[in-house]
């Protein structure tokens, strides 16, 4: 079983940056693929972001340029740095984990282990 416990949410106005946290905890695959998806109110899940064991990046058309996903192996911890962010950003954002490779395209399907969730708000 994976553990995954998101932290960083909160509010800021358009513009601004915020930097989501998903710490991992439990059993550690040596070959894997992380994720970030967020779902606004009404609006299915929608993938963000995902990186796999082997260092590779991956980010959806709407994020690209403005959002950057990295991992610290050594804290087990994945990172999601938003820069310049947008009203239609506000959702909640959530950390996902599969054993195994990355798919092209990532489903949500495909990842076994989710966080709880935490809100990202942003204001114009």
């Known amino acids: 079983q994976v553990q995954l416990v998101e932290s960083g949410g909160g509010s800021v106005q358009a513009g601004g940056s915020l930097r989501l946290s998903c710490a991992a905890s439990?059993?550690?695959?040596?070959?894997?693929?992380m994720g970030w998806f967020r779902q606004a109110p009404g609006k299915e899940r929608e993938w963000v972001a995902r990186?796999?064991?082997?260092?590779?990046?991956m980010y959806a058309d709407s994020v690209k340029g403005r959002f950057s996903i990295s991992k610290d192996s050594a804290k087990n911890t994945l990172y999601l740095q938003m820069n310049s962010l947008k009203p239609e950003d506000t959702a909640m954002y959530y950390c996902?984990?599969?054993?195994?490779?990355?798919?092209?395209?990532?489903?949500?399907?495909?990842?076994?282990?989710w966080g709880q969730g935490t809100q990202v708000t942003v204001s114009s």
């Open positions: 996902a984990s599969r054993g195994g490779r990355c798919r092209t395209p990532p489903r949500s399907a495909d990842f076994g282990y």
């Open positions: 439990g059993y550690f695959y040596s070959v894997y693929c």
């Open positions: 990186i796999g064991s082997d260092g590779s990046r």
